[in-house]
């Protein structure tokens, strides 16, 4: 049986330096216009480069190769780039690259995830080849944490003694394969002293979740990014539905696009909540109407 959320998601490519191809999944992705003059934003980020306005809205422009770690795009350049208008965690905003190269069609299964030895500072989530060139996607999560810093308020949660008492006995399983993603949803679980498991791969996280059922301690909730290298969230929640042993699961997918498709999406393959990153009270009211749904079965 396939999937029923089967809106093909592609890859756009793009230079942020010369010689090396990155990519973002096309579902980020509102539309591209060429560079145009920019209005300044005082005291803002040193990669924001000012604002542009698109279709009667202000939106801001991040050099996206001063914020990797690429030189940054000269005047003289600006002229051939492209800026990359992205709704992402709850943002409308520009990214300004060198060129585009190409939209593809892409199998997600294929991109791998990144080496270990990239550090904690590498902006990937995963790796691919297409026309026998290297393409590293981009961690969007990781670059916007660097640029627009989450506040406090976002970031925990505070719950009651009854709240944290429903949730601490439910086996809780987190998966994203950004960095500072994970360390989000690590750090709202902590800061509430609630256990959990946490990997950054679909595949591994239907390897676990087998796993417990055949233990006899099944996952009661399971927290997933969507975009994910391998077995991305929409596979991983339709996977799980379909497999009677962990059919019982109460699934929140929790993604960084700011889109009614992915809402819609999430519930044709299954899952019962879908949530934009991050709001930490929003995550814990979600779990908290999972662990009442189980209370109730």
């Known amino acids: 049986m396939k999937s029923k959320a089967s809106q093909s998601q592609g890859l756009l490519l793009f230079r942020l330096s010369h010689t090396q191809l990155f990519a973002l999944g096309t579902l980020k992705i509102r539309e591209l216009v060429p560079f145009s003059k920019l209005s300044a934003i005082p005291q803002s980020h040193p990669a924001i480069l000012g604002a542009a306005t698109v279709r009667g ?3 801001p422009i991040i050099d996206m190769a001063a914020a990797v770690g690429y030189a940054p795009i000269t005047p003289e350049e600006c002229a051939n780039a492209y800026i990359i208008i992205t709704d992402c965690q709850r943002m409308v905003m520009g990214f300004l690259v060198r060129s ?20 904690k500072n590498a902006f990937l989530t995963g790796v691919t080849r297409v026309d026998d060139k290297l393409v590293q996607l981009l961690d ?3 670059l916007l944490s660097k640029i627009f810093p989450a506040s406090p308020e976002t970031t925990r949660a505070i719950l009651t003694d009854v ?9 809780i399983l987190l998966v994203d394969d950004s960095m500072v993603a994970r360390k989000q949803l690590s750090d709202a679980l902590d800061s509430i002293n609630i256990p959990y498991l946490v990997t950054s791969d679909g595949r591994d996280a239907l390897s676990i979740m087998e796993e417990a059922a055949k233990e006899g301690r099944p996952m009661d909730l399971l927290v997933s990014d969507i975009e994910m290298p391998g077995l991305d969230g929409y596979e991983l929640a339709f996977e799980v539905k379909n497999t009677p042993a962990l059919a019982d699961a109460y699934i929140i997918l929790h ?16 899952a019962n909540e879908a949530l934009t990153k991050f709001d930490a009270h929003e995550l814990i009211d979600a779990m908290l109407r999972g662990a009442k749904r189980h209370q109730a079965s």
């Open 140 to 142: 969007v999560e990781l």
């Open 57 to 59: 809205h202000t939106i």
């Open 100 to 119: 585009i190269d190409k939209i593809i069609e892409c199998n997600w299964r294929d991109i791998e995830s990144p080496p270990d030895n990239l550090g």
């Open 255 to 270: 993604t960084s696009l700011s889109s009614e498709i992915s809402v819609s999406q999430a519930h044709q393959v299954g």
């Open 163 to 171: 709240q944290r008492e429903i949730l601490k006995p439910l086996n």
